[in-house]
């Protein structure tokens, strides 16, 4: 229920106060986090944020310089106040971590002369921040201003960068933020750690026709951070086939709708870094789903190609980019339910989506997938699908393809985040699902375009086959930090693996680091309603028990309750998915024993399947244990984890008699 009430200036109101004329706070619903804005003719606006009466964070100045130099935030003067309050529940079309979504947050706009307004969220877990501009016509966006000053020196989890052309594929440094230079930048989200035990999340949402953030280090003042985004892109040059790299670029970074708002600048707040785990905050800020028919949008598992390097064995064909290859895989989805196939790199020349590969048939297969209830997705290049974009879906639908892969983005510019829009756009037009791999970090546009089922912008799977950066530890950061911006096609499955001493990168017979459990329990702990099945249907059909739970494991949950976690040390939740709840739990390179309360579930007695680490897993890691206990609602369970290893428990109620 909405409940919108304008007030003026010096009118006093539960949860909102004015100490003075030029200092306006808002405080969350429940009193947890409160917002103190300073508006001085010297400082410009800048924004204190409190969280349990804890000075966090301060925003500013913050504001924007515009057209020709006119500067939105300088000597301000505020001429209105709206205050707002919002407390409903969202309906995600596909529900990710839960059904519902609580979104319940208490709204200050503040209108300046000049034609602008800044809007202030205060939510009991965390704050928000916008601009918007009133003006008429086209707006040119020189730049944006609105830096980040912390109270103390923290520890924080610094995804450096080196480009603003990347993948978004980055490992988190864990540094203290009085090391970060002027010289060194960061894409976002990042996490901040106090030593009161109090974590941050810093990052944006609803990026809608504007560049990405980035935040780098201030020579003046070693704990606070500016913001920058990558400029207007005049002129690219193409490498190879698909890096399509900025060559010339403007000294504004967009040209846009005079009348708008700009994207959310958020913080977020845990007592814990468990209460990380599950968070929704970038869903709540985006946009809502513009989407009237959503009943096509299915979220399911995948049987994928390409890390697998289709190394099939034992099978009558050969294996390779080839119609029986694929009708393999098909065959060994509708086995075990499995939702899609991918047909990646090769189907046709990478640049060309109308020369297609002679040996891959893919009207044929298409054809054949349906007959087995299952979908086909076709991996493309952003810009071979840019240069044809609707006629190259017209003729996918025709043959009947569900969705589409679309890879090697690496930017984002202004253009470069329209063009997900568009993609998005067309796609669901066509009721295509759409998979975006070398993109930008999630700001929300699955919420608004739900058939935006997942995307990469994650250090995944795939670099085992070439580094030995996925570690163990790397995993148990990704759920804090990632994860909390939204869905990451991380791509789990590997079913050779290997503890630390006898990993290798092999590019065409790759291998997992960590156990057989820590990756079954990455399918619970790692979010993505289009999850892979990284490994060749071959290897599966010869590991029953780790099929027995992939084959059942749900894409998206009802519910998911955070039970234990260190950044980068360990990760325990639990999901549910109609009746049946999920435990997963992964750990670094440390053996770890944990301690699980199961007060989470209804009072009763229940059946727990558990793969578990083998008793020699810490030396031989496919080692797996399966078996089933009894259990009961607030007992706690003891799980034991080797080193790099993993725990799933599968959860169902006994019934009586």
């Given at each position: 229920m ?11 109101l ?22 103190v ?7 410009g ?5 409190y ?7 301060i ?16 000597h ?30 208490k709204e200050?706009?503040?209108?300046f002369?000049?034609?602008?307004r800044?809007l202030?969220?205060a ?5 928000a921040?916008r ?8 707006l ?11 109270p ?5 989890f ?13 490992s988190?440094?864990?540094v203290?933020?009085?090391?970060i ?8 989200p990042?996490l901040?750690e ?33 913001i920058?985004?990558?400029p207007?892109?005049l ?11 900025p ?21 977020t ?5 468990k209460?990380?785990?599950g ?5 709540r800020?985006?946009a ?6 959503t009943?096509?949008?299915?979220p ?17 064909f ?12 098909i ?6 339910g ?10 046709s ?37 840019d ?9 996918f639908k025709?043959?009947?393809v ?16 329209n ?9 669901a ?20 375009y739900p058939n ?5 912008g ?5 670099h ?5 950066d996925?570690t ?6 990704l759920?804090?930090i990632?994860q ?15 503890g630390?001493v ?34 060749a ?8 028990s ?16 955070p039970?234990s ?14 009746d049946?709840w999920?435990?997963?739990a ?25 793969f ?7 030396r031989y ?5 399966v ?12 799980i034991h984890?080797?080193?790099g ?12 008699g």
């Amino acid at each position: 229920m909405m409940r919108k009430v304008l007030l003026v200036l010096l009118v006093a109101l539960t949860g909102f106060s004015f100490a003075r004329a030029k200092v306006y706070k808002l405080t969350s619903p429940g009193g947890e986090t409160s917002v103190v804005v300073h508006i001085s003719r010297d400082e410009g606006i800048t924004a204190e944020i409190y969280y349990q009466n804890r000075e966090m964070i301060i925003f500013g100045p913050i504001g924007m310089v515009v057209n020709d130099g006119l500067w939105l935030g300088i000597h301000p003067k505020v001429k209105k106040v709206n205050l707002n309050e919002v407390n409903e529940i969202i309906y995600p079309v596909v529900q990710n971590n839960n059904a519902m979504v609580k979104n319940h947050y208490k709204e200050m706009e503040l209108i300046f002369r000049g034609n602008f307004r800044i809007l202030f969220r205060a939510f009991d877990d965390g704050a928000a921040y916008r601009i918007k501009t009133d003006m008429d016509g086209e707006l040119t966006v020189i730049r944006e201003s609105g830096s980040l000053t912390f109270p103390e020196d923290e520890t924080i989890f610094f995804p450096t960068e080196v480009s603003m052309f990347t993948h978004s594929e980055r490992s988190y440094d864990q540094v203290s933020l009085s090391d970060i230079d002027q010289d060194q930048f960061a894409s976002t989200p990042f996490l901040t750690e106090r030593e009161d035990g109090v974590s941050l999340i810093y990052t944006e949402a609803d990026l809608e026709d504007y560049p990405g953030l980035y935040v780098f280090g201030d020579q003046a003042n070693p704990l606070r951070f500016n913001i920058k985004h990558p400029p207007y892109v005049l002129q690219t040059r193409l490498y190879r086939d698909r890096n399509v790299k900025p060559e010339k670029v403007a000294d504004y970074i967009a040209k846009t709708n005079g009348d708008r708002y700009f994207p959310w600048r958020s913080v977020t707040f845990a007592k814990e870094p468990k209460d990380l785990l599950g968070q929704d905050m970038v869903f709540r800020l985006a946009a809502p789903n513009r989407l009237h028919d959503t009943g096509w949008i299915r979220p399911g598992k995948v049987a994928w190609d390409w890390w697998n390097a289709l190394n099939n064995r034992e099978v009558s064909f050969r294996s390779g980019v080839n119609t029986d290859t694929y009708k393999y895989y098909i065959d060994f989805a509708a086995e075990y339910g499995l939702s899609y196939i991918i047909l990646d790199e090769g189907w046709s020349t990478p640049a060309d989506l109308f020369q297609i590969n002679p040996d891959v048939d893919v009207p044929g297969i298409c054809h054949y997938a349906q007959e087995h209830g299952v979908g086909v997705i076709l991996w493309v290049l952003w810009n071979a699908l840019d240069r044809d974009l609707d006629r190259a879906l017209d003729q996918f639908k025709e043959w009947g393809v569900k969705g589409i892969k679309v890879d090697f983005m690496q930017r984002d510019d202004q253009w470069m985040v329209n063009y997900y829009w568009r993609v998005a756009k067309a796609a669901a037009k066509r009721k295509m699902l759409v998979d975006f791999h070398g993109a930008y970090k999630p700001c929300g546009l699955s919420r608004t375009y739900p058939n935006v089922i997942t995307r990469e912008g994650v250090k995944g799977l795939e670099h085992n086959k070439w580094s030995t950066d996925i570690t163990p530890d790397h995993d148990c950061t990704l759920p804090f930090i990632r994860q909390f911006a939204g869905p990451m096609d991380y791509t789990p499955g590997a079913m050779r693996n290997a503890g630390k001493v006898n990993f290798h990168p092999v590019f065409n017979r790759p291998m997992s680091q960590g156990t057989r459990a820590h990756q079954l329990a990455l399918y619970v702990i790692f979010e993505s309603p289009l999850q892979m099945l990284a490994d060749a249907p071959s290897a599966y059909y010869r590991e029953k028990s780790s099929m027995q739970f992939l084959s059942e494991v749900p894409t998206v949950w009802d519910e998911t309750i955070p039970l234990s976690g260190k950044v980068g040390d360990w990760v325990a939740m639990a999901r549910r998915s109609s009746d049946t709840w999920y435990i997963g739990a992964i750990t670094d390179w440390d053996a770890r024993e944990l301690k699980l309360n199961l007060n989470f579930l209804p009072e009763g007695t229940y059946e727990i399947n558990v793969f578990r680490d083998g008793i020699n897993a810490d030396r031989y890691a496919e080692d797996l244990e399966v078996t089933t206990l009894e259990v009961h609602s607030g007992e706690i369970l003891t799980i034991h984890m080797a080193p790099g290893g993993g725990f799933v428990g599968v959860i169902r109620q006994k019934t009586k008699g």
